[in-house]
């Protein structure tokens, strides 16, 4: 069936560090793939999304590209802020339309 | 426009009793899905309604029921609480399930003692 599997955490970096966290999936078809932030206390907040093979999401300096031949859609930030501390979800949208999540990376930046 | 409210926002029950817990999805939204978040678990898929008709269903017991309204919002009811229940409850919703993404309320964190 449809999975993901995300980079286990918790990650720790300096402020201005560079930050990839790792996302694959297995699906049939063809998911729409997702990142999703939770701040403490709150729910998810949808941080950017590809809905094909070869886009790239972004918002908030974060990145992230549909690789379909690696099946991968890792999220990157260029210089993460003590504000980025929070935990990060991998999804995909599959089959049926259901969503399945990754079981989520804690990102802790230190000033 | 207001987003998806869930409440109460935390609730603390014993084994053997029954809760209920209620999301209001975004106006216009009529799909909801419920998930459950726990430190060991992660995130999982509950089940999904559409046009108050369930739609998906995830592994989970009979004890596990829910509803949605015509007016779209939906109700989770757990009857006998087990300790393992203990958990962050989150409902998203969206305009129809082929609508992306889901749009999460805050949670209703459920302690069983």
């Known amino acids: 069936g449809d999975s993901v599997t995300q980079m286990e955490g918790p990650v720790t970096l300096s402020e201005e560090a560079c930050l990839t966290i790792n996302c694959t999936y297995t699906a049939t078809g063809y998911p729409s793939l997702f990142w999703y932030v939770q701040y403490p206390g709150e729910g998810l907040q949808l941080l950017l999304k590809?809905?094909?093979?070869?886009d790239k999401g972004s918002n908030k300096g974060f990145e992230a590209t549909y690789r379909k031949e690696t099946t991968s859609f890792h999220l990157e930030k260029g210089s993460v802020q003590v504000s980025d501390s929070a935990v990060y979800f991998c999804a995909l949208s599959g089959t049926g339309n259901q969503f399945y999540f990754g079981t989520g990376t804690s990102l802790t930046v230190i000033p | 426009k207001a987003g998806v409210t869930q409440t109460p926002r935390y609730l603390i029950k014993t084994r053997g009793q029954q809760v209920t817990l209620s999301c209001s999805p975004i106006s216009g939204h009529r799909s909801v899905s419920w998930y459950q978040q726990t430190p060991g678990q992660g995130l999982q898929f509950l089940f999904e309604?559409?046009?108050?008709?369930?739609?998906n269903k995830g592994n989970f017991p009979g004890r596990f029921s829910g509803r949605q309204f015509s007016n779209s919002r939906s109700e989770m009811n757990v009857s006998t609480l087990e300790l393992g229940d203990s958990a962050l409850y989150l409902c998203?919703?969206?305009?129809?399930?082929?609508?992306?993404?889901?749009?999460f309320g805050d949670g209703t964190r459920l302690s069983i003692l």
């Open positions: 590809a809905t094909k093979a070869d």
């Open positions: 998203a919703s969206s305009l129809d399930p082929r609508d992306q993404p889901q749009h």
């Open positions: 309604y559409f046009s108050e008709t369930q739609r």
